[in-house]
């Protein structure tokens, strides 16, 4: 899939195609963290108060009780020894740890570098100092592990406090080191794989990518989430789902370095990359529904704040119908 597009129009022809552009100067980790305080953190610090317990609790592991399973509960939770012994389903019910570790998954691979207004590095970096600064500052710790294609390339151990968050955006702002000659795909398997080997702790995931990968990466989340509240932080841009009339182009993907030269005036060619863009949008959706995982979407052109709270709305009404239904379920009387 060719993930990155560079064009320009001039006087003297339609279009010209030019080589890709430079990354932009690299942002002073503190300077992004002030200004993400200031414009956004600030308007969400008092309105995710109220849904902050709700979204992110702990997972304590002090065992407070047993009692019989009812409709929605979580199946992880079912104590298989006490359902064997009285032949009915019991779930365990323990005291939360109101403190959690989160851990950001980042993929940092080419095709982040992509962006037709902004970068979608960019939105992931003010995502997670964002997220990373709200949580620090009800005593949370963070963490992260860095993926740029080949290998993951670093592991930040989960700790609490400011100065964490900026090493944290430091180390993810770096260049990363070059990739190797002839390129390579993205493979979010090794990440989400490294992850369950370094995660001890039952934890918050935050796996903030595009989610343009070779195949085989679902299984890997299925089995992360199984332990771990997993949340899926999806970065797009809009022109990687309608593609519009350009002229003639030069698409290039900017992980492996493969280009093919298109005629985007070809109504044909457009639709079949939209349509093609639409079914790789079914297939992720399917992907993250199989493996129990909600999706935050993020896009280039879109205000982070508002994503954030259409997120915790969704969220939070969604649980509250789950614990509507659960009681319903609860007050039917039970056939004897």
């Given at each position: 899939?060719?993930?990155?597009?560079?064009?320009?129009?001039?006087a003297?022809?339609?279009?010209?195609?030019?080589?890709?552009?430079p990354?932009?100067?690299?942002?002073?980790?503190?300077?992004?963290?002030?200004?993400?305080?200031?414009?956004?953190?600030?308007?969400?610090?008092?309105?995710?108060?109220?849904?902050?317990?709700?979204?992110?609790?702990?997972f304590?592991?002090?065992?407070?009780?047993?009692?019989?399973?009812?409709?929605?509960?979580?199946?992880?939770?079912?104590?298989?020894?006490?359902?064997?012994?009285?032949?009915?389903?019991?779930?365990?019910?323990?005291?939360?740890?109101?403190?959690?570790?989160?851990?950001?998954?980042?993929?940092?691979?080419?095709?982040?570098?992509?962006?037709?207004?902004?970068?979608?590095?960019?939105?992931?970096?003010?995502?997670?100092?964002?997220?990373?600064?709200?949580?620090?500052?009800?005593?949370?710790?963070?963490?992260?592990?860095?993926?740029?294609?080949h290998?993951?390339?670093?592991?930040?151990?989960?700790?609490g406090?400011?100065?964490?968050?900026?090493?944290?955006?430091?180390?993810?702002?770096?260049?990363?080191?070059?990739?190797?000659?002839?390129?390579?795909?993205?493979?979010?398997?090794?990440?989400?794989?490294?992850?369950?080997?370094?995660?001890?702790?039952?934890?918050?995931?935050?796996?903030?990518?595009?989610?343009?990968?070779?195949?085989?990466?679902?299984?890997?989340?299925?089995?992360?989430?199984?332990?771990?509240?997993?949340?899926?932080?999806?970065?797009?841009?809009?022109?990687?789902?309608?593609?519009?009339?350009?002229?003639?182009?030069?698409?290039?993907?900017?992980?492996?370095?493969e280009?093919?030269?298109?005629?985007?005036?070809?109504?044909?060619?457009?639709?079949?990359?939209?349509?093609?863009?639409?079914?790789?949008?079914?297939?992720?959706?399917?992907?993250?529904?199989?493996?129990?995982?909600?999706?935050?979407?993020?896009?280039?052109?879109?205000?982070?704040?508002?994503?954030?709270?259409?997120?915790?709305?969704?969220?939070?009404?969604?649980?509250?119908?789950?614990?509507g239904?659960?009681?319903?379920?609860?007050?039917?009387?039970?056939?004897?």
């Amino acid at each position: 899939m060719f993930k990155s597009l560079r064009f320009r129009r001039t006087a003297a022809a339609p279009l010209q195609v030019v080589a890709p552009a430079p990354a932009p100067p690299r942002i002073d980790p503190e300077t992004l963290l002030r200004r993400l305080e200031w414009a956004v953190i600030r308007r969400l610090d008092g309105l995710l108060q109220g849904d902050y317990r709700t979204l992110f609790r702990g997972f304590g592991l002090d065992l407070a009780d047993l009692r019989e399973y009812q409709a929605h509960d979580d199946v992880r939770h079912i104590d298989w020894n006490v359902t064997a012994r009285l032949q009915t389903p019991y779930v365990r019910e323990f005291q939360e740890d109101r403190h959690v570790d989160a851990w950001f998954l980042l993929d940092l691979t080419g095709s982040v570098d992509f962006g037709s207004q902004v970068r979608k590095r960019s939105v992931s970096a003010e995502f997670v100092g964002v997220l990373a600064r709200l949580l620090t500052r009800y005593g949370n710790r963070v963490g992260a592990i860095l993926y740029r294609g080949h290998g993951t390339d670093a592991l930040i151990p989960a700790r609490g406090g400011r100065r964490h968050v900026l090493h944290l955006l430091d180390r993810m702002t770096r260049p990363g080191g070059a990739p190797p000659a002839g390129g390579t795909e993205t493979n979010l398997k090794e990440l989400l794989d490294h992850a369950q080997q370094v995660m001890k702790r039952r934890s918050v995931v935050f796996v903030v990518s595009d989610f343009i990968s070779t195949p085989g990466w679902d299984r890997a989340l299925e089995r992360l989430a199984r332990r771990h509240e997993v949340i899926a932080v999806r970065l797009y841009d809009a022109l990687e789902v309608d593609l519009p009339d350009l002229g003639l182009v030069v698409m290039q993907d900017a992980e492996t370095g493969e280009q093919l030269f298109v005629d985007t005036h070809d109504r044909g060619f457009r639709q079949r990359f939209a349509a093609a863009a639409a079914a790789r949008e079914e297939s992720l959706r399917g992907a993250l529904a199989r493996a129990g995982v909600d999706c935050l979407e993020l896009a280039t052109d879109g205000p982070l704040a508002e994503s954030l709270l259409r997120f915790v709305r969704l969220r939070k009404q969604r649980s509250h119908l789950a614990a509507g239904a659960s009681a319903a379920s609860f007050s039917q009387p039970r056939a004897v």
